[in-house]
């Protein structure tokens, strides 16, 4: 079943739904963004990022342009390493609600924690499947940083970031043993560390 506004009803408006993406990479920020969906008037076929193809995320994402609010936080690796992922997953978040440039009355985020923040939010598991503004976020999130994984890999050629956008991939593995790592690779990661101590 599709994400729908089941979730929202109950909620005011404006209401922001938020998710990330880019947890799980060796490499590469964590994007997260905020969507402001007005519900008389969104693309349609929004759904999780993950159950959709490339070609129809892009799609929705330049109709969410037009007719949504949209607020996109990044952490940088360095902020990764510091914080560690799951603080800098937050951080991002934050900072997407920050940048839609008004205080929404509510916002759904996916996951079981909201970040540390002073707003009416709801933490909601596997939102993206059940949420359409979540879903939303999820799509936006997911094209911004695919996007900015094929501009990094423009900069670091070898490793395989324009399809694998820095997941561990078996390309990206032996490339990381061939090539070394980058300043864009994870340091707090296990295979990226293990490799930093080997050296």
């Given at each position: 079943m599709a994400p729908c506004?089941?979730?929202?009803?109950?909620?005011?408006?404006?209401?922001?739904?938020v998710d990330e993406a880019g947890c799980a990479p060796l490499a590469g920020p964590v994007v997260a963004a905020a969507v402001v969906l007005d519900r008389a008037r969104f693309p349609r076929g929004i759904d999780d990022s993950k159950a959709l193809p490339a070609a129809t995320r892009e799609t929705i994402y330049a109709r969410l342009q037009k007719v949504a609010g949209i607020g996109v936080g990044i952490a940088t690796v360095e902020e990764i390493d510091r914080l560690n992922i799951f603080w800098a997953r937050m951080l991002a978040m934050a900072r997407a609600v920050d940048a839609l440039g008004f205080d929404p009355a509510m916002v759904l985020?996916?996951?079981?924690?909201?970040?540390?923040?002073?707003?009416?939010?709801?933490?909601?598991v596997a939102g993206d499947s059940k949420s359409r503004s979540i879903a939303a976020a999820s799509i936006v999130a997911k094209v911004t940083r695919d996007r900015m994984m094929a501009d990094y890999a423009r900069e670091h050629p070898g490793y395989g970031w324009e399809t694998n956008k820095g997941y561990p991939t078996r390309e990206h593995c032996e490339a990381l043993d061939r090539l070394g790592l980058t300043p864009l690779?994870?340091?707090?990661?296990?295979?990226?560390?293990?490799?930093?101590?080997a050296l």
């Open positions: 506004f089941k979730i929202e009803k109950p909620y005011p408006e404006p209401l922001a739904g985020v996916d996951g079981n924690r909201c970040p540390n923040w002073d707003r009416p939010s709801v933490a909601i690779h994870r340091r707090s990661f296990g295979p990226v560390r293990q490799l930093t101590l």
